[in-house]
């Protein structure tokens, strides 16, 4: 069956210090990749997506992320991270033949001043 | 409207009644979602309709919970006979198309069964 992997439950990072989220999935062809952030008390806010072409994406607040499909991973990155970014990272997953978005269990990102 | 819209923001109900919660999709959207996102838990998908379709239903964890759609715009889900355990944040989304690239959400309803 499909599944996302999200393998960190927590990270936490200084501020100004360099991010990486990790997410790996399991399916025999190519899905449709997302990246959605959490804030507290609010809703899923897309933050980028992968279809096809370029494997690195760039997305809304200076975040990118890069396909890898030797390692079924889409990892989402930011060079620097401000504190405004401490929020919950959700990757997911839609099938071609699927309307689903399957996600993963997520990654609370904690910002040290 | 601009987004998807979700009432109530909250609610509060006692064991055993019923709740409704409404979700009115992005205008012109065709496909509409309901997730669940208990504590600490990722998101769970429960339902969706496309247009005029069938709705997959397929994730709705009880007889308890069911969804409609009416007009192709508006849905309800409703949760009869509420238990603690229902307690949980209920996501809409919705997106243009079956094959919509992105599946927009809203802020969801806070529900919290005591």
């Known amino acids: 069956a499909q599944s996302v992997t999200q393998p960190d439950i927590h990270i936490t990072v200084s501020e100004g210090a360099s991010l990486e989220l990790r997410c790996n999935y399991s399916y025999g062809a190519t899905p449709y990749l997302f990246w959605y952030v959490q804030s507290p008390g609010q809703g899923l806010q897309l933050l980028l997506k992968y279809f096809s072409g370029d494997t690195l994406v760039q997305g809304i607040k200076g975040f990118e992320a890069e396909f890898k499909r030797s390692q079924s991973s889409f990892n989402l990155r930011k060079p620097s991270v401000h504190w405004s970014d401490a929020a919950e990272y959700f990757c997911?997953?839609?099938?071609?033949?699927?309307?689903?978005?399957?996600f993963g269990s997520g990654t609370r990102l904690l910002v040290r001043p | 409207g601009a987004g998807v819209s979700q009432s109530p923001s909250n609610k509060v109900t006692e064991k055993g009644k019923d709740v409704e919660l409404r979700c009115d999709p992005i205008?012109?959207?065709?496909?509409l979602y309901w997730y669940r996102q208990s504590l600490g838990q990722g998101l769970e998908f429960l339902i969706y309709f496309q247009g005029n379709s069938a709705p997959d239903k397929s994730g709705l964890p009880s007889d308890r919970f069911s969804a409609e759609r009416t007009g192709g715009s508006v849905s309800t889900l409703t949760i009869q006979r509420t238990q603690q355990e229902d307690s949980a944040v209920y996501l809409c989304a919705s997106s243009l198309t079956r094959a919509g690239n992105t599946i927009y959400f809203g802020e969801g309803s806070w529900l919290t069964v005591v």
């Open positions: 997911a997953v839609r099938m071609d033949s699927s309307y689903k978005l399957i």
């Open positions: 205008s012109g959207h065709t496909a």
